[in-house]
């Protein structure tokens, strides 16, 4: 297993932009499928992007599709979530997530997936 920690979260106005960073402990980073999900107040933890052990894939709910990017870099061990034109609703904390994978196009899509988790960042986008 991994260990993962995140950074960049903050205080944003709507419009605005983010960059998250999830730096993952371990010199098999690349043997992992990486994604991030998110948990407003009251509410579920919700997928929200992944990608593929590769980088070659990548997968997004609508609800961020032509806003977020996600992205690693396997020499730095390293996945970045790009958060631009943000919105009040993006409000949440951001955990990242890891699942040793062979299949270097897999991008899992549901929390249970997964078994690796940073301890979260929080990203406020105000009105």
Do not use: H
């Amino acid at each position: 297993q991994v260990q993962l920690v995140e950074g960049g979260g903050g205080l944003v106005q709507a419009g605005g932009s983010l960059r998250l960073s999830c730096a993952a402990s371990g010199r098999t980073f690349s043997s992992y499928a990486m994604g991030w999900f998110r948990q407003a107040p009251g509410k579920e933890r919700e997928f929200v992007v992944a990608i593929s052990r590769s980088g070659v894939s990548t997968y997004g709910v609508d609800s961020v599709k032509g806003r977020f990017t996600i992205s690693r870099d396997n020499a730095k061990n390293t996945v970045y979530l790009q958060m631009n034109s943000l919105k009040p609703e993006d409000t949440a904390v951001y955990y990242c997530a890891a699942i040793f994978r062979s299949s270097i196009f897999y991008t899992p899509r549901k929390w249970d997936e997964y078994d690796c988790w940073g301890q979260g960042t929080q990203v406020t986008v105000s009105s």
